[in-house]
C-alpha cells in the first residue's frame, strides 16, 4: 500500500491586465508559497480576496498548488 507525505503548498493568483496590442488579453500571475496543507477552500479564496484588495486589477483566476511526496 503506497502512504504519502504533504511536502509544499501554494496559492496562484491570476489578475487580468488589461489587453496588448494586438487586443490579445494580459495576465499578471502572483504565487504565495507556505500554504498549510489544512488550508480550506474557503480560507483561500477568504484570503485571497483581501490579498486583491491591494491592488486595483481584477481576480481572474485562483489555484492551490500542492506537492505530496509518495513512497511504498
Known amino acids: 500500500m503506497a502512504n504519502s507525505n504533504?511536502?509544499?503548498?501554494?496559492?496562484?493568483?491570476?489578475?487580468?491586465?488589461?489587453?496588448?496590442?494586438l487586443g490579445k488579453p494580459r495576465k499578471k500571475v502572483k504565487a504565495y508559497h507556505n500554504v498549510s496543507d489544512l488550508a480550506s477552500a474557503t480560507g483561500i479564496f477568504e484570503s485571497a480576496r483581501v490579498?486583491?484588495?491591494?491592488?486595483?486589477k481584477p481576480l481572474m483566476d485562483l489555484e492551490k498548488q500542492s506537492s505530496l511526496s509518495i513512497y511504498a
Open 51 to 56: 490579498l486583491t484588495e491591494f491592488g486595483n
Open 6 to 21: 504533504f511536502k509544499k503548498a501554494s496559492i496562484r493568483l491570476t489578475f487580468d491586465n488589461g489587453f496588448d496590442a
